[in-house]
């Protein structure tokens, strides 16, 4: 199965700060990644999916790139509730799976 | 709005067997997969398996063929987990999910439910 390689492991930044989260494919999985969003207590919220197209409803201060095997989930001017778990996930090959996850956290 | 509402906690004995249920609203049931999906306590996300409530197929992780089985009733509206001979290390939320109309990514969540083993 593909691994999925995350990092950093925390991330501390400030509101309004920059926030880049990397994620590494251990196979390539062209475009088929998606970026998830996950606050305390509550299920896991889609953000980016085929790497780099927002969901419904997300700010356009979240932005995803990359294909194949490295991608990057970026976050232009970090707000209050932005600082949350991100999970990658890649749905190229089964079993699909999901990256340890980033924690971003209030400096 | 489209929903997806779980059933409650559950305490189970290890070796035991618990069936977790997934009711739909705001869409056409049998037209979107449905994911599981489990998180154990301050851990990363792991999927189970996915169902196409239209047809009942499922496939499943590997690490759980044999102990999970995924149902639904498409006169309710609902999906169903069932995971067997638990022990300890399945003690975690789980998660349905719906797979979104392109068929790769989860868009809405149900909001977990815990289920403990414990002697």
């Known amino acids: 199965e593909i691994v999925l390689t995350q990092s950093p492991a925390t991330l501390s930044l400030s509101p309004g700060e920059r926030a880049t989260l990397s994620c590494r494919a251990s196979?390539?999985?062209?475009?088929?990644l998606a970026w998830y969003q996950q606050k305390p207590g509550q299920a896991p919220r889609l953000l980016i999916y085929?790497?780099?197209n927002r969901a419904t409803g997300i700010p356009a201060r979240f932005s995803g790139s990359g294909s194949g095997t490295d991608f990057t989930l970026t976050i232009s001017s970090l707000e209050p509730e932005d600082f949350a778990v991100y999970y990658c996930?890649?749905?190229?090959?089964?079993?699909?799976?999901f990256g340890q996850g980033t924690k971003l956290e209030i400096k | 709005q489209v929903q997806l509402v779980q059933s409650g906690a559950e305490v189970k004995k290890p070796g035991a067997s618990v069936k977790v249920s997934c009711k739909a609203s705001?869409?056409?049931?049998?037209?979107?997969?449905i994911n599981w999906v489990r998180q154990a306590t301050g851990q990363g996300l792991e999927w189970m398996g996915w169902?196409?409530?239209?047809?009942?197929?499922?496939g499943y992780a590997q690490k759980f063929q044999g102990r999970v089985t995924m149902t639904r009733n498409t006169s309710i509206s609902t999906a169903y987990m069932e995971l067997s001979s638990l022990r300890s290390e399945d003690t975690a939320v789980y998660y349905c999910?719906?797979?979104?109309?392109?068929?790769?990514?989860?868009?809405?969540w149900g909001q977990g439910t815990l289920v403990t083993v414990s002697s």
């Open positions: 999910a719906r797979v979104d109309s392109s068929g790769y990514y989860t868009d809405y």
């Open positions: 705001g869409y056409t049931f049998t037209s979107y997969d």
């Open positions: 169902m196409n409530p239209n047809s009942g197929n499922t």
């Open positions: 196979q390539s999985v062209s475009s088929y």
């Open positions: 085929d790497a780099s």
């Open positions: 996930q890649q749905r190229s090959n089964w079993p699909e799976t």
